[in-house]
């Protein structure tokens, strides 16, 4: 159970979603969804924006469940069905099913139909668009993480620290380009990274054997906090990681709602409200006929903070009052 005390709040107010007058069509859009290992509360937002707007469609669903490589069969289908809108969850997805900005093959990805990913890390330093202004092609969509620099003062908050501790996915852009930006950080804030990438097998796919090892390994490293970045690897196999932390009293934080029970704290984005937010990018460009590359991407303006109290008691690791103020807190 979550008590919340109030949302923490980086620049402006949630999204206004402005009341659009229109000509109803009860014809429904046909939207091709494609999630990584089927729905979450993102896509529960996503259609509840569409019902709540009036807005009738038909979602085609489809999951990769956690293969990528699944998704040039789900294009070939894109090109069958011809959908009015394709949805992708995820970067590894987005960038299975659309390709990179700079090498979009129109014979191996989707470019001919509109297209709104959510879910997407890192959209620049992953190659997903060029930039948030506009993807300079047939898509549009969302991001979910919070920056950088504020998660990192969000720990700095809660428990000073010196070094760093993360594990990720090598084979993952999103991750690759985020750890790359906690690099950049480390002089200005003034703490060491001590970086560990999971194994990878014969068929060159990550692997959790030896994970609990790199977590020592980062424990006796000296790391003060481990970072649960939004890896989607990490996060299916979170449960061989994250008890192996808190066995160390290694405390965990998280940049994504999904491993916040397993993190001591977490600075995130609502699921639900990031798929509201997508559900606003497809309105614009089903019912206004908006181009996608003239929709900028974007991420939501409020984030909440979440201490887990259950974690704290465990670790004997208590928040600063004056967090309690602001902060969400997880009782259970």
Same mark, same amino acid.
């Given at each position: 159970?979550?008590?919340?005390?109030?949302?923490?709040?980086?620049?402006?107010?949630?999204?206004?979603?402005?009341?659009?007058?229109?000509? %109803? @069509?009860?014809?429904?859009?046909?939207?091709? %969804? !494609?999630?990584?290992?089927?729905?979450?509360?993102?896509?529960? +937002?996503?259609?509840?924006?569409?019902?709540?707007? &009036?807005?009738?469609?038909?979602? !085609?669903?489809?999951?990769?469940?956690?293969?990528?490589?699944?998704?040039?069969?789900?294009?070939?289908? !894109?090109?069958?069905?011809?959908? @009015?809108?394709?949805?992708?969850?995820?970067?590894?997805?987005?960038?299975?099913?659309?390709?990179?900005?700079?090498?979009?093959?129109?014979?191996?990805?989707?470019?001919?139909?509109?297209?709104?990913?959510?879910?997407?890390?890192?959209?620049? $330093?992953?190659? #997903?668009?060029?930039?948030?202004? $506009?993807?300079?092609?047939?898509?549009?969509?969302? $991001?979910?993480?919070?920056?950088?620099?504020?998660?990192?003062?969000?720990?700095?908050?809660?428990?000073?620290?010196?070094?760093?501790?993360?594990? /990720?996915?090598?084979?993952?852009?999103?991750?690759?380009?985020?750890?790359?930006?906690?690099?950049?950080?480390?002089?200005? =804030? +003034?703490?060491?990274?001590?970086?560990?990438?999971?194994?990878?097998?014969?068929? &060159?796919?990550?692997?959790? *054997?030896?994970?609990?090892?790199? #977590?020592?390994?980062?424990?006796?490293?000296?790391?003060?906090? =481990?970072? /649960?970045?939004?890896?989607?690897?990490?996060?299916?196999?979170?449960?061989? #990681?994250?008890? #192996?932390?808190?066995?160390?009293? =290694?405390?965990?934080?998280?940049?994504?709602?999904?491993?916040?029970? @397993?993190?001591? !704290?977490?600075?995130?984005?609502? /699921?639900?409200?990031?798929?509201?937010?997508? &559900?606003?990018?497809?309105?614009?460009?089903?019912?206004? +006929?908006?181009?996608?590359?003239?929709?900028?991407? *974007?991420?939501?303006?409020?984030?909440?903070?979440?201490?887990?109290?259950?974690?704290?008691?465990?670790?004997?690791?208590?928040?600063? =009052?004056?967090?309690?103020? /602001?902060?969400?807190?997880?009782?259970?």
């Amino acid at each position: 159970m979550i008590t919340r005390r109030s949302t923490l709040k980086l620049g402006a107010g949630l999204l206004a979603m402005p009341a659009i007058a229109r000509a %109803q @069509d009860p014809t429904p859009y046909t939207i091709y %969804q !494609i999630t990584y290992r089927g729905p979450t509360d993102v896509e529960r +937002g996503f259609r509840d924006y569409l019902e709540q707007r &009036g807005i009738p469609v038909n979602i !085609i669903e489809r999951s990769a469940d956690l293969d990528p490589s699944r998704v040039a069969g789900f294009v070939s289908e !894109i090109r069958e069905i011809k959908p @009015d809108l394709v949805y992708t969850w995820g970067t590894p997805v987005t960038l299975a099913a659309f390709g990179r900005y700079d090498e979009a093959d129109p014979d191996r990805f989707v470019s001919d139909i509109p297209g709104v990913f959510t879910m997407v890390s890192a959209p620049e $330093s992953s190659g #997903v668009v060029p930039s948030r202004a $506009s993807s300079g092609r047939n898509i549009t969509g969302t $991001s979910h993480v919070v920056p950088p620099e504020p998660q990192l003062r969000a720990m700095e908050a809660y428990r000073p620290f010196k070094r760093l501790g993360v594990l /990720y996915t090598s084979t993952e852009q999103n991750s690759v380009a985020i750890v790359a930006e906690l690099r950049e950080l480390t002089g200005a =804030l +003034g703490f060491a990274l001590e970086e560990r990438t999971f194994p990878l097998g014969a068929d &060159g796919k990550p692997t959790t *054997e030896h994970a609990a090892e790199l #977590v020592k390994e980062l424990s006796e490293a000296g790391s003060e906090w =481990l970072y /649960y970045l939004p890896d989607t690897f990490l996060s299916t196999n979170i449960d061989k #990681v994250a008890p #192996v932390a808190t066995s160390l009293d =290694l405390p965990g934080f998280s940049a994504t709602e999904l491993l916040h029970r @397993d993190a001591l !704290i977490s600075l995130i984005s609502r /699921y639900y409200s990031l798929g509201q937010l997508t &559900g606003y990018k497809a309105e614009q460009i089903l019912t206004l +006929g908006v181009a996608p590359a003239d929709i900028p991407i *974007e991420t939501l303006k409020r984030f909440a903070l979440i201490i887990n109290m259950p974690l704290a008691r465990q670790l004997e690791m208590y928040p600063p =009052l004056a967090m309690l103020n /602001y902060a969400n807190i997880l009782t259970e």
